[in-house]
């Protein structure tokens, strides 16, 4: 496995045969907007960020902040054909010392849910992470009650941990217990081959 000589996560491009992960810019303001304004991707966040172009510049500000302190990497999510952002998601969680990353913020348009992008999403970052970076453990989180995210982390081959109770208080004061997944460097092969396996079906 090619790794670099330290785990310092940091931006780069990855492209695949349909979508291409960009690192985020202030640039990408109308289009990461127009991506996420869609009131049904926010069931479990509050408050949606991207409910109007101010929420979405300071919510793009804070994320590139966290990139400079060396916390996250954050990316959109490009659909090759029409060149147009279809989403976001990054790198955070970082914890250089134990080798160990989370890929979170993930959200995809409606139109490009349930179909090829989340799987070509999750095995570009999963690969960088295992085979690039030298990850040992890459984490997925996701409210325990949202099913739908839970499913499509299954499906990746994640593996259920267990439920952290009451472990954030949301801006509204509603108190979320949230469901971990992880995938360790040894799983990896076999959740490859198989991500590689749906890829190719498609």
């Known amino acids: 496995m090619q790794t670099t000589t330290d785990f310092n996560p940091r931006p780069i491009t990855l492209k695949s045969s349909d979508i291409t992960l960009n690192p985020l810019a202030r640039e990408d303001i109308e289009g990461f907007h127009s991506a996420g304004n869609h009131e049904r991707l926010w069931k479990w966040v509050i408050p949606n960020p991207c409910e109007s172009l101010s929420s979405t510049e300071h919510w793009i500000a804070n ?6 302190l ?10 090759n054909h029409s060149k147009k952002i279809i989403g976001s998601t990054r790198y955070c969680s970082i914890r250089r010392d134990d080798r160990n990353i989370e890929i979170g913020h ?23 992470a295992f085979e690039i970076l030298g990850a040992i453990r890459v984490e997925i989180k996701t409210h325990e009650k949202n099913q ?29 217990s949230t469901a971990i997944f992880s995938i360790t460097e040894q799983e990896w092969p076999q959740v490859k081959a198989d991500l590689q396996a749906k890829l190719d079906s498609n």
């Open 63 to 68: 994320a590139l902040n966290e990139q400079q």
């Open 70 to 79: 060396g916390h996250q990497i954050p990316f959109v999510i490009i659909d």
């Open 106 to 128: 993930t959200f995809i348009t409606p139109d490009f849910q349930r179909t090829h992008v989340n799987t070509q999403t999750k095995f570009l970052l999963l690969k960088h």
């Open 148 to 176: 739908q995210s839970r499913n499509a982390i299954l499906r990746i081959g994640a593996k259920f941990e267990g439920v952290l109770r009451n472990n954030r208080i949301l801006p509204n004061g509603y108190v979320r």
